[in-house]
Each structure stands twice: as structure tokens, then as C-alpha cells.
Nanobody, 123 residues
Framework: QVQLQESGPGLVKPSQTLSLTCTVS??????????WSWIRQPPGKGLEWMGA???????YYRPSLNSRTSISRDTSKNQFTLQLSSLTPEDTAVYYC???????????????WGQGTQVTVSS
């Protein structure tokens, strides 16, 4: 039932900040045990988990991206957002939002995914 939809620019310039929004329908981002995540896939490479925000607003980031990444939420709109700063061409990827389930500190897997959105970093 839960659906996720990414939105944001498809083309951004190096050194700028990427802002993507995930709109969630069919469920609340404040529901217990759900974590709302961003994952990306550069061309020819595997999936890379970037970070997540929990149902209570706690954030978690991949260490290598921690300094450039910010995930926030707007519970009134049932949305969460990704901001990735200091972009380089290596940030070119398909970006996905997804739902994870974490119960009592134990990861229980991914649930729904968005369809993904292509982001190209180029001047």
C-alpha cells in the first residue's frame, strides 16, 4: 500500500547542492519502526545506501558521505528530503527513496521503494 515518489532536479552543477524530496502515500512517516532511506546507484555500479531518518526523526548517514549529507522530514506533508552538498560528477546516479524496518535495533529489511530518479552532475 505504501508508495514513495522521488522528485527533484535531473541535472545539477558541480559544487552545488542536490535537494531531492520523497513523498510518501499510504502510510505515515511517523509510524513506529519505519526508517526512511536514500539509496543511489551510479552507472555501472551497485546500490549505495546513503542514509535514513527514523520515524522519530533520528538521522543516520553513511560515514563516507556524512559530511555532505543531510536528511530531514516534514511530517505535515509526509515527506522526507535529501540534501547532498559539494557535488562532483561522481555523484551522478539514480537516486531512490525507500522504507526500512528496524525493530528493537534489529534491521528487518527494506519495504517499498520509489521508482528512482536520474541525477546527473555536470557543468
Amino acid at each position: 500500500q505504501v508508495q514513495l515518489q522521488e522528485s527533484g532536479p535531473g541535472l545539477v552543477k558541480p559544487s552545488q547542492t542536490l535537494s531531492l524530496t520523497c513523498t510518501v502515500s499510504g502510510g505515515s512517516i511517523s509510524t513506529n519502526d519505519y526508517y526512511w532511506s536514500w539509496i543511489r546507484q551510479p552507472p555501472g555500479k551497485g546500490l549505495e545506501w546513503m542514509g535514513a531518518i527514523s520515524y522519530s526523526g533520528n538521522t543516520y548517514y553513511r560515514p563516507s558521505l556524512n559530511s555532505r549529507t543531510s536528511i530531514s522530514r516534514d511530517t505535515s506533508k509526509n515527506q522526507f528530503t535529501l540534501q547532498l552538498s559539494s557535488l562532483t560528477p561522481e555523484d551522478t546516479a539514480v537516486y531512490y527513496c525507500a522504507r526500512e524496518v528496524v525493530v528493537a535495533g534489529t534491521w528487518a529489511g527494506f519495504g517499498s521503494w520509489g521508482q528512482g530518479t536520474q541525477v546527473t552532475v555536470s557543468s
